[in-house]
């Protein structure tokens, strides 16, 4: 049987989940995503993730553990990337690459965040195109990342979960109101389910989220992470490339 995917049906099955997703307005519009793969798909994403060794480290002072390493570690999910793989991994993320960076599931997450994104930048959604970066995350025990809002360069934030079962449900980014005060103290958790995520378009000194501080009792939080960056002109166009480059090549020296 093939190692690979359905594309087609798992593409469907994603954008059809956005599109079906609930647009929740407090504490800032997002929406959370639930069931978005199907069980076969999801079981082979979970058998095909790398291992540790191929994740380069994501480095903030929040994400440091005692000896120095970042408890947070990505594997940027792009061809060039993917090709270092095994070939039975290769083919599975090729196909959850080329869903993740597709137009259909773009226009998806632009029709539902259409009202805050059109604020943002004065222009129809239509109008509106965005650099698709996505990656794995595998967060080690000691992770943490306090009260922070997204760099403006950012235009729309996705996270996909891959937990095996329901036992790290509480390891769920939490939304705040507010950076401190009582804003920071209201506090909506989205639980870190299997097939479940959250998505919300960056709105400056409004989307203020974090994760709680996790052990290595909790054990490795796995996710995706799709960022859909600003592409406001041909500056930024050519900045995103070039950084793509950059990337694979420091990449390609480690290995």
Do not use: C
């Not at 000896?67 to 947070?72: F, K, M, N, Y």
């Not at 036992?167 to 097939?195: C, M, N, V, W, Y």
């Amino acid at each position: 049987m093939s190692l690979g995917l359905n594309l087609s049906s798992f593409g469907l099955d994603i954008v059809g989940r956005v599109e079906a997703s609930v647009l929740e307005p407090v504490p800032f519009d997002h929406v959370y995503l639930d069931a978005v793969f199907f069980h076969e798909t999801y079981d082979r994403l979970l058998d095909h993730l790398p291992e540790t060794g191929r994740y380069r480290e994501l480095r903030h002072r929040e994400a440091i553990r005692p000896d120095g390493r970042s408890a947070r570690r990505k594997f940027y999910l792009f061809p060039e990337h993917i090709a270092f793989l095994p070939p039975a991994q290769r083919a599975v993320w090729l196909e959850v690459s080329r869903v993740l960076r597709s137009p259909a599931l773009q226009d998806a997450f632009k029709r539902k965040f259409r009202r805050a994104l059109e604020a943002r930048f004065s222009r129809p959604i239509e109008r509106l195109t965005f650099y698709p970066v996505p990656m794995l995350l595998r967060d080690l025990g000691g992770y943490r990342i306090g009260i922070h809002g997204d760099s403006v360069s950012k235009a729309i934030t996705v996270q996909l979960y891959l937990p095996r079962d329901e036992s790290q449900a509480h390891l769920g980014t939490r939304f705040h109101e507010g950076r401190d005060g009582e804003g920071a103290r209201r506090i909506k958790t989205l639980a870190f389910r299997p097939a479940t995520g959250y998505a919300f378009p960056v709105v400056y000194h409004a989307t203020w989220h974090s994760v709680a501080p996790t052990s290595d009792a909790d054990g490795e939080r796995n996710s995706l992470m799709l960022t859909y960056y600003v592409q406001n002109g041909a500056f930024d166009r050519l900045a995103e490339r070039a950084k793509r480059l950059w990337v694979f090549f420091a990449y390609a020296m480690r290995r």
